[in-house]
């Protein structure tokens, strides 16, 4: 992590006495960090280029392509620091002002991931909605900071918290709190003041010139599991142009229904946060919105042409997360004279729908299993085998195309084939069903669903072309420990597989598994 290209940095020229103005950009493509001093209070007065009212903080979290401005002082003739600390606190990159005796800035404890992971589950229905736990889920206020990140919202006392009479402050905000959350042993408020965007209060009056108001909506959609990151479950090329006229003004609401933070940035426009500075509210164009919070937002169109809308965190706007604005009667721009065809130009580009690969491949003493899977955002198409080292485990794969359907992705219908093939002629068996299941030579056409169970086993029930069911649930890597996955796998054709596999790195896993066609095996397992 680094302030302009350098792990530590050092600025000795100030004195005590002095204030100085340090203006923050997040150039981080997904990272967002914490900022923090050792020399007392940080005052924000500038926020996306900016001013607003200065508000003193002991604080703040910075997103992708958000900037503060800040104002800081040297109380002695020492060296304070300036802290950025990643979110995840694995890292740190530093500032020091002044010089003489080093005074670091507060350190954060170390992340309780699980325990904030827990609550956000805790909060959440089985099909992914929102519980209403009345929290007040807007803005980057308290209820949600102490869900995601319940230690350092403890004010265990491990960082500088002098005393203040900030309103503000945490504690206050608890007394508000619903009393369901006190069941979720959440802990106590402390005397630190975190910025949260209801603390910012523009200097000028900021409300929009009289007009239409057009009111939209969008929910912030996801998958984690696949990696598809979307606007109410499309992605920007599933979708058209949005249509606007200059004079009008729009107001966007936006609720994220994921359980990650998305930083909104708008090209071209300052827009307005709504919040309880009324008249005063804030002009931002990255509005950084926390899981499950719904943030509203609205800006005068006053612009001409085409204007992207996505988030900042790089993977998710690649992945599809985004809109284009689109002014209606725009004058033509000579660089692209035929505005539509160029927007389906930039539909059907490759790189607005990137296909990747992932395979997992076991090299064993008993052969080779293992799967290739090639998938964009809603198709995926895999390739399964099994080639046993001895002639009477014969070899056989399993190939299938199909669809995600459903915001969550849990369904994946799809056609595929089936090619069992074995020089020892076993003996015909019959399944759980009484029907005869060939393992010796079957090449049959397929046709099956797969679901995803809560516990992501995956259900998978087919018919061939001989008219054969089977139904199968497998999951290939329940985490035991950090490292040590089990895999588990059973069929209704009296298949079943039992296996370990050990983490070295991330291309490498030793492995050891059970199958009841190939018998026990141990190598090595490479991951793609
Ligand atoms: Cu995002």
């Not at 990696?227 to 499309?234: E, S």
């Not at 509210?281 to 926390?290: F, G, R």
């Not at 099994?386 to 669809?403: D, F, I, N, V």
């Not at 009841?516 to 095996?521: A, I, N, P, T």
Request: proline share 4%; charged share 20%; net charge negative.
């Amino acid at each position: 992590f680094l302030i302009n290209g350098k792990p530590e940095t050092e600025e000795q020229q100030f004195k005590a006495g002095d204030k100085v103005r340090l203006h923050i950009v997040n150039a981080g493509a997904s990272s967002y960090f914490w900022l923090g001093y050792g020399g007392g209070k940080i005052t924000v007065v500038g926020n996306d280029g900016n001013e607003v009212m200065p508000v003193e903080v002991d604080r703040l979290i910075i997103a992708p392509a958000e900037t503060y401005d800040i104002v800081v002082t040297i109380p002695e003739n020492m060296s304070y620091e300036f802290r950025a600390t990643s979110e995840d606190r694995t890292g740190a990159s530093s500032l020091w002002l002044g010089t003489g005796m080093k005074m670091p800035a507060p350190k954060l404890p170390r992340l309780k991931y699980f325990d904030g992971m827990k609550m956000m589950n805790d909060m959440m229905n089985v099909d992914g909605t929102m519980k209403d736990m009345g929290m007040n889920m807007s803005l980057q206020k308290m209820d949600m900071n102490m869900v995601m990140y319940p230690e350092i919202t403890g004010g265990t006392g491990d960082t500088a918290a002098s005393g203040n009479n900030n309103p503000e402050k945490q504690n206050g905000n608890m007394n508000g709190m619903d009393h369901s959350m006190h069941n979720m042993a959440m802990p106590v408020g402390g005397d630190i003041v975190t910025l949260n965007y209801d603390m910012l209060r523009s200097p000028i009056k900021t409300s929009l010139p009289e007009g239409r108001t057009r009111t939209l909506h969008f929910n912030l959609t996801g998958n984690m599991n696949r990696y598809v990151w979307t606007l109410d479950n499309k992605t920007v090329t599933e979708t058209d142009r949005i249509m606007i006229e200059r004079g009008e003004n729009l107001r966007l609401i936006l609720t994220n229904n994921s359980m990650m933070r998305h930083p909104m940035h708008l090209h071209g426009h300052d827009f307005r946060v709504l919040n309880s500075q009324g008249e005063y509210s804030p002009l931002k164009n990255v509005i950084d919105i926390m899981p499950m919070e719904t943030d509203t937002i609205e800006f005068a169109a006053n612009q001409d042409g085409n204007w992207f809308f996505h988030c900042h965190i790089l993977f998710h706007m690649m992945a599809g997360m985004g809109r284009v604005f689109t002014y209606a009667n725009s004058p033509v721009n000579p660089d692209l004279p035929n505005a539509e065809e160029a927007y389906q130009k930039f539909r059907k580009h490759k790189d607005q729908n990137m296909k990747h690969l992932m395979a997992r491949i076991g090299l064993e003493s008993n052969g080779s299993d293992g799967e290739a899977m090639l998938s964009s955002n809603r198709y995926a198409l895999v390739t399964e085998w099994r080639l046993g080292s001895k002639p009477h485990h014969g070899y056989e794969s399993e190939t299938m195309l199909g669809r995600y359907i459903g915001v969550n992705q849990w369904l994946f219908p799809y056609v595929g084939f089936d090619y069992h093939h074995n020089e020892v002629m076993n003996e015909s068996e019959k399944n759980l069903f009484g029907q005869y299941s060939n393992q010796n030579n079957r090449k049959t056409f397929t046709v099956g669903v797969q679901y995803m169970t809560p516990g992501l086993f995956i259900a998978d029930a087919r018919i061939d072309g001989k008219g054969k069911f089977r139904f199968e649930l497998s999951r290939e890597d329940i985490p035991l420990t950090p490292r040590l996955r089990l895999g588990l796998m059973w069929n209704t054709d009296k298949e079943y597989m039992a296996g370990f596999r050990y983490v070295l790195n991330k291309w490498l896993m030793a492995s050891t598994h059970y199958d009841s066609d190939m018998g026990f095996g141990a190598g090595l397992t490479i991951t793609y």
